[in-house]
């Protein structure tokens, strides 16, 4: 009996490691060139690869999804990610922010390491083959530069990602075929994000400061508080703390039409702080000048205050003091989900059992971001892809062994 994996990111790989090294044999099918594409792009700038958090803080990231990726967490989690690149001969290390990385820093030593085991353990890569759907039979149709080609398995993993990223693979194109199956399917939406300010920023920020970064700030979104840096683009704002508020900012957005956050410039400074600092007699000097020299208060957040308050509230110490510590922002409009680090949306997990098999569907499972789960960067994304890849692999093991026996 064969299994089919259908998609060669971390997903796919870790469900066709997984069944592969049980002695299984592995088909991987993947439209694009090559293995991993949106992992080494995801790597370049340095590869994170989990948290080391502990295990409960871990999990709480995965907001109303989390109860299901737990337990996949459980199996395979953060220590247990770690001593996986051991195995590949990549050691890791964890950062000031607790991230863990490579001591190499990048993706491509790890996907070649990983890629030489699974071929050594029997993996069969077939590059440029696009998933199409299923024929009336029950094959796997799949598109190739020399035309459509049918493949049979007994066992069949998707790993088709989401839909961010498209040029890297990831573009939703199997919604539809999974829909036709029965299979119910949460609309595909951008997550860890950026979003569009209401009216754009005006001509002087958006020249100015688009993509200069606001360092050591907080972000307040209702319940969610947290301290960190983003960066402002021409049409709004992205980086790390804006995705790890995107969920709460762009789910406003669709119920109520925008959504508000509050930037505290000076986390480390009490209100009252600040207040005593901007009453403080200035003499001749400008707004510009006082507020560097007594609160060190300059370049893009200065130029903030200046593009949201209006010009008296810069003049009244008391609003101007509030301003500091909670500069109102509305955003509008998430970025276009192809521009998005992830998606949500996906899979719907009541869709899938305990292997995460398809109930409509039996023999066919699904792991990775094509599910409906979603989570924050910072090695939470990549650690619960790789999870629940190994979920499905030993899930599709199960299928086929089971398979096996009756057919004794």
């Known amino acids: 009996m064969t299994a089919a994996i259908i998609g060669a990111g971390p997903a796919g790989l870790m469900a066709a490691e997984v069944m592969s090294a049980a002695g299984q044999t592995v088909h991987v099918y993947d439209g694009m060139p090559s293995a991993g594409r949106k992992f080494l792009l995801a790597g370049r700038g340095g590869l994170n690869l989990t948290h080391s958090e502990d295990f ?49 820093m990048k993706a491509a030593p790890l996907l070649r390491a990983w890629l030489h085991r699974l071929r050594g353990q029997g993996v069969r890569f077939h590059m440029r083959h696009r998933f199409a759907g299923w024929t009336e039979e029950g094959g796997l149709r799949l598109r190739t530069p020399a035309g459509e080609q049918v493949a049979s398995a007994e066992a069949v993993v998707l790993a088709l990602g989401g839909a961010s990223w498209s040029r890297l693979g990831s573009d939703g194109a199997w919604v539809p075929l999974l829909a036709q199956r029965g299979v119910a399917v949460a609309q595909l939406l951008p997550a860890n994000c950026g979003f569009d300010v209401r009216g754009g920023w005006s001509a002087y920020f958006s020249s100015r400061f688009a993509g200069q970064p606001f360092k050591s700030v907080a972000i307040t979104a209702g319940e969610f508080h947290r301290l960190g840096e983003f960066v402002a683009t021409a049409t709004g704002v992205e980086g790390s703390l804006v995705y790890a508020a995107s969920a709460i900012l762009r789910d406003e957005i669709r119920l109520r039409g925008s959504a508000r956050f509050e930037i505290d410039l000076l986390p480390g400074r009490s209100r009252e702080h600040v207040l005593r600092e901007v009453a ?73 059992d305990e292997r995460l098999m398809l109930r409509a569907l039996p023999g066919v499972f699904c792991a990775g971001e094509m599910v409906d789960w979603e989570a924050p960067t910072g090695g939470y994304l990549l650690t619960a892809c790789l999870a629940s ?20």
């Open 280 to 352: 403080h007699p200035r003499g001749s000097r400008s707004l510009a000048s006082h507020l560097k020299s007594r609160l060190g208060l300059e370049g893009i957040k200065l130029a903030l205050l200046h593009e949201v308050l209006p010009r008296d509230a810069l003049h009244d110490p008391d609003r101007l003091a509030s301003a500091i510590k909670a500069v109102p922002l509305v955003v509008t409009a998430a970025r276009p989900v192809d521009e998005a680090i992830s998606t949500a949306g996906g899979v719907r997990l009541e869709s899938l």
């Open 56 to 104: 409960d803080s871990f999990v709480s990231r995965y907001g109303a999804s989390r109860g299901s990726v737990a337990r996949w967490l459980e199996a395979f989690g953060p220590q247990a990610v770690r001593e996986w690149a051991q195995g590949l001969g990549i050691a890791t290390f964890v950062g000031t922010s607790g991230r863990v990385f490579p001591r190499q």
């Open 389 to 408: 890849g190994r979920v499905a692999g030993l899930g599709a093991l199960e299928f086929l062994r089971s398979r096996q026996n009756l057919a004794r």
